[in-house]
């Protein structure tokens, strides 16, 4: 590995200037690598901010041609659309997912009819924007049950798939439900819709802001232990993942990002399969806020999302993405 010895080995010599650093730089990104997360809300003419998220708005259907204009001219390759829900349109079993003139179908439509294939479109499927109590799925004595909510999933999926969704993202942590999906689709003539299965997602406190996003931060009646894994476990995330790409996976999420890094790279090097890194909302806050405050560099965006191509993901959910421009500047 040494091939040398100082004095005759400096390795600062290849650091001392600019062009050099440049040179042998071992990990790049560019804009190919994001995805850009969309926040979708009712009514006309709304951008709106939110409040643990500086930076990141909610876009009325009417604004989003602005943020797909951007992300186009950026070469973002996907966004990933995520709907805020009206409370009064959630219930105990999350009906709304299967509206077919919900925010999310109706985004699908409008971006599809407009730019084409121009860009990807993703969707979460699971019911937590849907769900008076918040749970990815239906809840019997503060249990969330499997199978039960396997059968929504499905039909949330293929809704999706029909409306033009390029990429299904379920994001539900039930078991089995990769499998069935990619069934579903196959049989009803959507044999090329992707599927990135969130197949390694923690039970995370990182997901605070976003919960707030979506409006079903108040409404979360407990925690999501039951379903989404226990952050002290490594090798269960294997597990998982053989699991997802076995039943049709075409892509992997680890979720969150940068406390699970080693995830990142453990996953890579036991299957190769493409690896998607998600750097979420409570991630972004935490940069964000201490960026503003002045306690750290701006730089450390970039420092932080080189991390995750060190570690061996392919791409990186960010709400960074639209401003990719100005960070890769740096
Ligand atoms: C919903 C979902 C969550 C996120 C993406 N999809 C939250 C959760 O599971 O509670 C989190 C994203 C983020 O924090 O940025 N299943």
């Not at 650093?21 to 190919?32: C, F, G, K, V």
């Amino acid at each position: 590995m040494i091939t040398g010895k100082f004095p005759n080995l400096r390795l600062r010599r290849s650091r001392k200037d600019k062009w050099s650093r440049r040179l042998i730089e071992e990990n790049t990104l560019t804009s190919s690598d994001f995805i850009l997360p969309l926040f979708l809300i009712e009514g006309k003419n709304k951008k709106q901010s939110i409040n643990s998220m500086p930076g990141v708005y909610r876009y009325s259907l009417d604004k989003i041609y602005y943020v797909i204009d951007r992300a186009i001219n950026l070469k973002l390759p996907m966004v990933a659309l995520f709907p805020h829900t009206k409370k009064t349109k959630k219930n105990n079993l999350g009906s709304e997912a299967l509206n077919e003139n919900n925010l999310v179908c109706k985004a699908i439509q409008l971006i599809k009819k407009r730019y084409k294939n121009e860009i990807g479109i993703m969707c979460d499927v699971a019911l937590d924007p849907y769900t008076s109590h918040g749970h990815d799925g239906l809840l019997n004595s503060n249990y969330v049950l499997n199978d039960e909510t396997i059968e929504i999933l499905i039909s949330q999926a293929l809704l999706q798939a029909q409306m033009g969704c390029d990429v299904i993202a379920p994001s539900d942590m039930m078991d089995g439900r990769v499998g069935k999906i990619r069934k579903s689709l196959d049989k009803n003539g959507f044999q090329m819709t992707q599927i990135l299965s969130y197949a390694v997602k923690y039970a995370s406190n990182f997901y605070g802001p976003f919960r707030d996003a979506v409006g079903s931060k108040n409404l979360l009646i407990g925690d999501k232990k039951n379903y989404q894994m226990d952050f002290r476990n490594k090798s269960e995330s294997l597990r998982e993942v053989a699991l997802d790409i076995k039943e049709g996976a075409d892509m992997i999420m680890v979720k969150p990002g940068l406390p699970y890094l080693d995830i990142i790279k453990l996953v890579k090097e036991n299957f190769k399969i493409p690896v998607i890194a998600y750097q979420v909302s409570g991630e972004y806050s935490l940069l964000s806020n201490a960026i503003n405050k002045g306690i750290v560099s701006k730089e450390i965006i970039l420092e932080s999302l080189i991390s995750f191509k060190r570690a061996g993901a392919n791409a990186i959910v960010s709400y960074y993405a639209d401003r990719i421009n100005e960070i890769l500047r740096i």
